[in-house]
């Protein structure tokens, strides 16, 4: 038995075969899915989702790269929606930098614009970093408020961070001891697991760690303690081997869990005992 912490269902990648990638995921042993918000309205997709399917739960939230479309106010719309016992925690919430308003803006103007950005000489550069500025402290504040709302209710959080470590460590730090966090898609070294992990936070793995590409990650993975991470698909995105490039879905949670028990020499079984229990816990699978 698996769970699936991380799932996009309400995308319209799954309008039509719903059923069928249901079943699938409970044929592949995947008894319980976490579907996760990325706006208000996802959010609200998700909840409907979770209220439906006995074995389908929502975190809501609103994603860092939404920050710039999100309406002003986010936190009342998403605390009306963790009204629902279905609700398990907040996310997907934190910071990416990848798609920086100055790198946009530098391959579009196919310039150097990036490589000199630090400088600030001409006016589009010093133009360009003032809007990184607001791009960033927009998603900072959206990060901000929702963990707010997590102490508030008592729930913890799914963190997407990209490109933007250093500043998703500091924003978390006040809130050390009063809320976890899961840090999703973890790609990162095994001092950087190391690091949320010291602080009571866990990680969880998709299909990368099939990559061939994949397998700094795949050796975190098979290091860090059995009961410090989750298994996901992040699906629709990064289907495992043998799927790569296809459309990704909860049932290929196996493969990433199988992937884990390969590289740490132990069983299926162990991983899914170990991370069900993990998710149960993070969670509250039990009480929702
Ligand atoms: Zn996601």
């Not at 699936?4 to 249901?22: G, I, K, Q, R, W």
């Not at 399917?53 to 719309?77: K, L, M, R």
């Not at 900072?140 to 490109?163: K, M, P, T, W, Y």
């Not at 740490?264 to 069900?276: G, N, W, Y």
């Amino acid at each position: 038995m698996l769970v699936e912490t991380h799932a996009h269902l309400d995308y319209p990648d799954f309008a039509n075969d719903f059923d069928d990638v249901l079943r699938r995921a409970t044929e592949a042993g995947v008894t319980r899915i976490i579907t996760i918000g990325t706006s208000v309205e996802s959010s609200w997709r998700a909840v409907d989702l979770a209220e439906k399917h006995p074995n389908i739960f929502a975190v809501i939230g609103v994603h860092p790269t939404y920050a710039e479309e999100a309406e002003e106010d986010v936190i009342t719309p998403l605390r009306k929606l963790a009204n629902s016992p279905r609700v398990i925690a907040i996310g997907e919430t934190g910071l990416d930098y990848h798609h920086l308003p100055s790198v946009s803006a530098a391959k579009e103007n196919k310039v150097q614009v990036f490589a000199r950005a630090l400088q600030g000489e001409t006016e589009e550069e010093i133009e360009a970093s003032i809007q990184d500025g607001a791009y960033k402290s927009r998603q900072a504040s959206l990060f901000q408020q929702q963990l707010d709302l997590a102490v508030e209710l008592g729930l913890n959080v799914v963190i997407h961070q990209r490109d933007a470590w250093d500043d998703t460590l500091e924003i978390m730090k006040p809130h050390t001891g009063k809320l976890r966090g899961v840090f999703h898609c973890f790609g990162g070294t095994l001092e950087q697991a190391n690091e949320v992990l010291d602080r009571d936070h866990l990680v969880s793995f998709t299909g990368i760690v099939t990559f061939k590409n994949g397998a700094a990650v795949r050796q975190v993975a098979a290091q860090i303690p059995l009961w410090k991470f989750m298994v996901e698909t992040d699906c629709p995105y990064l289907a495992p081997v043998p799927f790569r490039g296809k459309r990704c879905e909860p049932a290929h949670t196996r493969i990433v869990a199988e992937t884990i028990a390969n590289a740490r020499c132990i069983s299926l079984q162990e991983v899914a005992d170990f991370t069900t229990e993990t998710a149960e816990k993070f969670f509250r699978l039990n009480r929702a």
